[in-house]
């Protein structure tokens, strides 16, 4: 089993920064993929950015590509999610997730796919106002 703990959200200001982390414990020894979703009341959870066990490949929804960074210490399963010049609409709830480790390799293809991620984390509240 695979637990994962976010932490770092908050209220901030349009055009602020903040870090998301979320520290993945248990299935010692196995270093995972990991991603990150958001979600609004209401509406669906949405994909945000995911990132390789290796780190050596990232993927990024299009309405945060250039002002989010998904980064991880390296052979540590402990994500971060850096996210600049904040929006308004960014405001949701803040998931990290986990794929089985010894599942389907994230690609380009599956990476925004909820199918994918098999563990979640309880969500971080994010909210910008204006």
């Known amino acids: 089993q695979v637990q994962l703990v976010e932490s770092g959200g908050g209220l901030v200001q349009a055009g602020d920064s903040l870090r998301l982390s979320c520290a993945g414990s248990g299935r010692t020894g196995s270093i995972f993929s990991m991603g990150w979703f958001r979600q609004v009341p209401g509406q669906a959870r949405e994909f945000v950015a995911a990132i390789s066990w290796s780190g050596a490949d990232t993927y990024y929804a299009d309405s945060v590509k250039g002002r989010f960074t998904i980064s991880r210490d390296q052979g540590q399963n402990t994500v971060y999610l850096e996210m600049n010049r904040l929006k308004p609409e960014d405001t949701a709830v803040y998931f990290c997730?986990?794929?089985?480790?010894?599942?389907?390799?994230?690609?380009?293809?599956?990476?925004?796919?909820?199918?994918?991620?098999?563990?979640w984390g309880q969500g971080t509240q994010v909210t910008v106002s204006s």
């Open positions: 997730a986990a794929p089985h480790p010894d599942g389907p390799a994230l690609t380009s293809r599956n990476a925004g796919s909820l199918n994918l991620y098999d563990y």
